[in-house]
């Protein structure tokens, strides 16, 4: 028996290498190796001069940042309730079989495509601006450059809220048909069902939603890039890309990468940790 | 019993799974160092650049250099827009080098100039040039120096590209001549100017650039060397005037950003390179009634060059395809004509094979202003400073 439990023990273990050896060469180890580079000064050693020179020169895109990404992450998530809530709640079968269709599609549209999507859409002279000059709304010479937070946001939400929709779905499509059924049978309304049912029992999907976009948009680098380019405050991605670029210089660009991995890090634990047990347990007891 | 078979199956399963993609792994990585068929040469070029470089060895150099000679075989490899682009290069040919490598796998690399000074420090590079037939047409200065680091035996301009102020004659009659013209004209129309400041391509650098030569007058200090550190409250100072100026012009989207505001009419006047303007121009992305315009004292340009690592496979070949690129015929049909850039070489052996209608594109921005005011960039450390208190003062 004890010599079976060896073989087994040595079996799982050697199963396990190869994901082992790819998560410590790939994860691990550049972000070790991110850490260092960003507290060690040209000639070896311990420093924070990386960090006091991005909260000198980059603290307003810092701030930008994280501001941009968490406001864009907050109307995807109102939105993508609203569109999950609908699919699951929904009795009329064709519409919500066409919309359940409909909301993915950004899916499968690479962010790139989002960002060249928004230059043309979203530019003065530009599709958004030159439909509201025909309806009259807005004066075509004066129109709005919205190549700044507005653009940013307008393209996360884009292409984040399919993602968060599908996410929040899922953990609507866990809750049992017996609980809403039942409300229902007492005269609750649709809203009252979202409110009091779904949302408190997907609480951790809603989250891991959040966190997950929240994140994502901090690492997005073109869309930032090809909507705001060389303006002021720009996200860390494209200040990272420059210093990298014109300086070689890996160690200002890794202090904002260990910003943004503590930004997203602290974050998501205090968030999910809440959420996410808070979300267990109470299903459980149900 | 069962769930013992049902075990062993799957542990066999397992078993063929990972042999397969170990299989995988390793012929891919064989096919790397495959040996070519005996008699062929493989000829690796590394480009550095936008899709358009690595478009003209695909689909122009390489088709007609294995026409020529048809046991040359060419693998292009595309490292990317601007300087990270060379600075990928770089960074692989340090690396064969480090490895102890005999061989490395690049035989002919296109690179901006500030790759030289980086190249040369580590001492990667072939000295060749001047061996080669068509040394004999390579006449400018680029060919001799690349921001402040001498260079001559190094490398071949394979072209100059200029930056230039674009400018919609439907709006601009009589377009600023000089900076100061500029700065009068942005003040009687606020937002209709606009550059992509440092962080979203060259085009923004170079109006930087130029602005930094105006307000400082040190154009040959800041382009020759040598460098003093005393300078920075000079370059400071013109920074600082930069940034009331941006406040009354628009801070585009990257190179391609400009040129897009320009042919959509959001903007009426901005900084360009020549070479994507013409080529907007020539597939009608841009309307024809834009022009170009150089202001003084200047606006800085830049080639790319060829260089042949110091370690490459094929050095004969690498040598022959470099000859071939900077014949006046390969200049004037491809370079100018097809891809609206300036001749790396002697423009005078280069024109006669141009036809008239390239050369009247070439010549939209005369060749005395070119002459006059076509500048350098700074020198490299200049080069940093610049950028680096452009972001400090201007943001």
């Not at chain 2, 009659?173 to 900076?179: F, G, I, K, L, V």
């Not at chain 2, 391509?201 to 003093?228: E, H, I």
């Not at chain 2, 012009?249 to 040129?259: E, M, P, Q, Y």
Request: aromatic share 12%; hydrophobic share 50%; glycine share 8%.
């Amino acid at each position: 028996m004890d010599r079976n439990s060896v073989k087994n023990s040595i079996k799982i273990f050697l199963m396990l290498i190869p994901s082992l050896t790819i998560l410590l060469s790939v994860y691990l180890y550049p972000f070790i190796l991110a850490i260092l580079i960003s507290v060690v000064d040209s000639s070896g050693r311990l420093t924070l001069e990386h960090y006091s020179y991005v909260f000198t020169v980059y603290a307003q895109d810092v701030v930008f940042t994280i501001a941009v990404c968490a406001l864009s992450a907050l109307v995807s998530l109102l939105i993508s309730i609203s569109i999950a809530s609908y699919i699951r709640l929904s009795l009329d079968e064709g519409f919500r079989k066409i919309l359940n269709w409909i909301f993915r599609f950004p899916l499968f549209i690479p962010m790139v495509v989002v960002a060249q999507m928004m230059r043309t859409f979203l530019a003065p002279h530009g599709f958004l601006n030159t439909l509201l000059a025909q309806i009259g709304f807005i004066e075509l010479q004066e129109a709005p450059n919205l190549f700044d937070w507005r653009g940013l946001l307008i393209g996360f939400v884009w292409k984040q809220t399919p993602f968060m929709a599908l996410i929040i779905l899922s953990g609507f499509a866990m809750v049992s048909d017996v609980h809403i059924d039942a409300a229902r049978v007492l005269g609750a309304g649709r809203l009252y069902i979202v409110r009091r049912i779904l949302l408190p029992m997907a609480r951790g999907s809603i989250a891991i939603a959040f966190a997950l976009t929240f994140a994502s948009n901090i690492g997005t680098f073109t869309l930032p890039y090809m909507i705001i380019g060389g303006a002021k405050p720009t996200t860390m991605t494209v200040i990272m890309a420059h210093r990298v670029t014109y300086f070689g210089d890996w160690s200002i660009a890794n202090a904002l990468g260990v910003i943004s991995y503590a930004v997203v890090g602290l974050f998501s634990i205090a968030y999910l940790r809440e959420a996410v047990r808070a979300g267990v347990y109470e299903r459980e007891r149900v | 019993m069962g769930s013992v078979l049902l075990r062993t199956r799957s542990g066999i399963l397992m078993i063929v799974a990972i042999a397969v993609i170990a299989a995988v792994i390793i012929g891919i990585a064989l096919q790397q160092f495959a040996p070519t068929t005996p008699g062929k040469v493989r000829l690796v070029y590394a480009t550095a650049g936008d899709i358009n470089m690595l478009a003209l060895i695909q689909n122009v150099i390489a088709p007609e250099f294995t026409k020529r000679y048809p046991n040359v075989e060419i693998a292009s490899i595309h490292t990317g827009p601007g300087e990270p682009g060379s600075r990928i290069i770089f960074e692989k040919l340090k690396a064969a080098r480090d490895a102890g490598k005999e061989c490395w796998d690049v035989d002919v690399a296109v690179v901006h100039q500030i790759f030289m000074s980086w190249a040369l420090k580590e001492g990667l590079l072939l000295n060749y040039s001047t061996s080669i037939p068509t040394w004999k047409y390579v006449v400018s200065e680029d060919a001799y120096n690349a921001l402040g680091t001498y260079i001559k035996g190094f490398g071949i301009p394979l072209f100059h590209s200029q930056i230039a102020i674009a400018y919609n004659t439907k709006y601009v009659q009589n377009p600023p001549r000089s900076y100061d013209e500029l700065v009068k004209w942005v003040e009687a129309n606020p937002k209709k100017f606009g550059h992509n400041g440092i962080r979203g391509g060259m085009s923004g650098v170079g109006f930087v650039v130029g602005w930094v030569y105006w307000k400082t007058g040190m154009y040959d200090t800041l382009a020759r060397g040598p460098y003093n550190e005393a300078l920075k409250d000079a370059i400071t100072k013109a920074l600082e005037e930069l940034k009331v100026f941006n406040e009354k012009v628009v801070i585009t989207a990257g190179n391609v950003g400009t040129l897009d505001m320009l042919a959509r009419e959001e903007i009426w006047m901005g900084p360009v390179w020549v070479d994507m303007f013409m080529t907007w121009l020539a597939e009608g992305r841009m309307p024809p009634h834009i022009k170009l315009t150089l202001l003084a004292p200047g606006l800085p340009g830049q080639p790319m060059y060829l260089v042949i690592p110091a370690k490459a496979c094929n050095v004969e070949w690498a040598k022959k395809l470099i000859e071939f690129i900077s014949s006046p015929e390969t200049q004037a049909k491809v370079i100018v004509e097809k891809y609206n850039w300036y001749p790396g070489i002697d423009p005078n052996v280069v024109l006669p094979h141009v036809s008239e209608e390239a050369k009247a594109r070439l010549f939209s921005i005369p060749p005395e202003d070119l002459q006059r005011y076509g500048k350098s960039f700074p020198v490299s450390q200049y080069f940093t400073d610049i950028l680096k208190l452009y972001e400090k003062v201007v943001g």
